[in-house]
């Protein structure tokens, strides 16, 4: 895509002729970010906490390379009674995220979840089975952390990112999309984006990130980290 150019005044001095200078024009673009993809390609890399100002440092470094006309932000509520901490401090980060840049949405979903995982449960069941409460307990957080077992899931906000990037898309105005996740289940919508003619960024860190989905967009954007960070690298 070619680049669009203006042209601004400048004034050398107040006796001297204006002269024009040409400056690149920032492409305007609206990121979508899965957060619950996100979250855990973070986690994997070994880079978690990462709050509301490690968004704002991330929206920032991407605000010197585009225009971010919107940020729509994706994730799944827990449940405030089965899960009343992790529900307060996701409610926290929601609220600290809005502060964290004046065009940013949060579009929620209700986390589904697949088991009734109760300590009282778990006991009986290992009594059952013969297996002390220490060692359960053990097992037990050595398979979610190998994500060997999954207890919840995030149903249906990966089709409201999908709509809505769709929905902007069609509206025309030389908008680029951009796609924070790794999921390649978007390679489809993305594929569908581009015949309105727009061209689709995939923002991703390094793991858990999708070789379809990068190919299927028109470039990539590593997202790396260190002091100072997060840090931004464009790919092809």
């Not at 400056?23 to 855990?40: E, Q, R, V």
């Not at 964290?100 to 009594?127: F, N």
């Not at 359960?136 to 149903?155: G, P, Q």
Request: charged share 25%; hydrophobic share 40%.
């Amino acid at each position: 895509m070619s680049n669009i150019y203006y042209c601004i005044p400048a004034v050398a001095a107040a006796c001297l002729p204006q002269t024009w200078a040409y400056i690149p024009m920032i492409p305007k673009a609206i990121l979508f970010i899965d957060g619950s993809n996100f979250y855990h390609s973070l986690k994997k890399q070994g880079c978690l906490p990462f709050d509301a100002d490690g968004f704002s440092k991330l929206f920032g470094r991407l605000s010197r390379l585009y225009n971010i006309e919107k940020i729509y932000f994706y994730d799944a509520v827990k449940n405030i009674v089965r899960d009343p901490t992790g529900y307060s401090k996701q409610q926290g980060f929601h609220a600290r995220l809005l502060e964290s840049h004046p065009r940013i949405v949060i579009k929620t979903r209700k986390l589904r979840y697949l088991a009734d995982v109760r300590d009282s449960k778990i006991k009986q069941s290992g009594k059952k089975a013969g297996i002390t409460d220490s060692c359960i307990n053990k097992l037990r957080s050595f398979l979610m952390e190998m994500d060997l077992i999954k207890l919840t899931k995030e149903k249906g906000i990966d089709v409201q990112l999908v709509v809505d990037a769709i929905e902007e898309a069609r509206k025309g105005g030389n908008i680029h999309i951009i796609i924070l996740s790794g999921d390649a289940d978007f390679v489809p919508a993305v594929s569908l984006i581009k015949t309105y003619k727009v061209e689709v960024i995939n923002l991703h860190p390094y793991s858990g990130s999708s070789t379809e989905l990068r190919n299927a967009c028109n470039k990539h954007i590593l997202i790396t980290f260190g002091k100072g960070g997060p840090f931004l690298k464009q790919g092809q």
